[in-house]
DNA sequence: TATACGTGGCT
DNA sequence: TAGCCAAGTAT
């Protein structure tokens, strides 16, 4: 139970003093935060673990200094950097955003909630922690940390997400008014290293004597969410075609929606079933005898599973009508290749 | 409010 | 192994 916010925000505050971590984007005690590095590493972080974050983080960062080098950069050079990370509208959001901001706001961020809302990919996690964390302004962070935090100390037994509204109101009643920043990060830190999801470490928390979950002993169970849809498993076959030269035939896939912009090789529809005979012939990127190859690509993305046939050819003298570029395979590595068509490739050198 | 949108690590 | 989970946003 909580009976002094301020209390308990200066218990968390002085936990933080002594636990701080050092992650490549945070200032260090001292020093003045960078808008642009915070707000890249909150996109980044969006959805994606610190590990996986980081060295894309030092990349951007050493490649594209401030948010005007961002803007002036082409988008495609954005989407081969991001590749593997995952998400991509968070690319194409990133590029369109740093050009807001470089163009319309003379390249710096803003520092309100309600403006920075406006940019794009900006939601109201993100625009609370740019607030916070690079401007030191009061805001109150609300992620799946927070969210965790809370519904554990208060004991909220109603399930994600209907309880989202309950408890960004109980985080907001502890939000102090000093140190925005650190408080802000302090909340997240707590949830990443000592209120994790699985195996909570209670005996390290600040908070333990005012946990309304560790006094039930439910803390492990909170909060609780409902179930989620199974996945279905959709099908197709991805096309492997080399060219006279052993160039290899990449396609851009639509600039929206899944994987958008990002290169691919080209594949029959993604479907229930895995196409017939004549349906890959007849989706195919040139008549050609293609070969089937042993085996099968796999992989999951957030709402479906993913099971890919690959068939290959050589293309013949007609192979400069075909749909697409043709890459040479030790050039593939500078491609924006998402993971699941890095996965192809990788399937089709080792079998074709 | 519900759904689309990636990936890799952990259990 | 299969599922869960991570500093969410857009529609």
Not at 14 to 23: A, I
Not at 39 to 59: C, G, N
Not at 68 to 77: G, K, R, V
Not at 180 to 186: E, L, V
Request: glycine share 8%; net charge positive.
């Amino acid at each position: 139970m909580i009976r002094d916010s301020r209390k308990a925000a200066a218990q968390l505050l002085s936990w933080y003093d002594r636990h701080r971590r050092d992650l490549p984007w945070r200032a260090k005690p001292g020093e003045t935060a960078d808008p642009y590095r915070v707000w890249l590493s909150e996109i980044m972080l969006q959805q994606t673990t610190v590990p996986a974050v980081a060295p894309y983080f030092r990349s951007f960062t050493e490649r594209w200094p401030t948010v005007a080098d961002l803007a002036a950069a082409p988008l495609d050079d954005l989407l081969v950097a991001w590749a593997g990370l995952g998400y991509y509208a968070r690319a194409r959001n990133l590029h369109k955003c740093a050009r807001v901001v470089a163009d319309g706001h003379g390249g710096r961020f803003p520092e309100t909630e309600a403006e920075l809302l406006a940019l794009p990919g900006v939601g109201a996690y993100t625009a609370a922690a740019i607030s916070a964390i690079a401007f030191d302004r009061k805001a109150t962070v609300v992620d799946g940390n927070v969210e965790r935090v809370i519904a554990r100390i208060f004991a909220v037994e109603e399930p994600l997400p209907a309880a989202k509204t309950t408890l960004r109101r109980l985080a907001a009643t502890l939000t102090p008014d000093g140190r925005p920043g650190d408080y802000a990060q302090a909340m997240m830190d707590l949830g990443a290293t000592v209120c994790t999801p699985r195996k909570p470490r209670c005996m390290l928390c600040p908070w333990a004597d005012l946990c309304d979950a560790r006094a039930a002993g439910i803390a492990e169970e909170l909060p609780r969410k409902v179930a989620k849809a199974e996945k279905p498993t959709r099908r197709g076959v991805a096309y492997w075609l080399l060219n006279p030269d052993g160039a290899v035939l990449l396609r851009r896939r639509a600039e929206e929606g899944l994987l958008g912009g990002m290169a691919e090789i080209p594949s029959t529809g993604w479907g229930p079933q895995a196409p017939d005979a004549a349906a890959v012939a007849a989706q195919a990127p040139l008549p050609a005898v293609w070969k089937r190859l042993p085996g099968l690509v796999r992989h999951t993305f957030t709402h479906f599973h993913l099971e890919l046939e690959v068939v290959a050819a050589v293309a013949g003298d007609g192979w400069r009508q075909a749909d697409g570029r043709w890459i040479p395979i030790d050039r593939l590595g500078d491609q924006a290749l998402p993971t699941v068509m890095v996965k192809v490739v990788r399937h089709a050198l080792a079998h074709a």
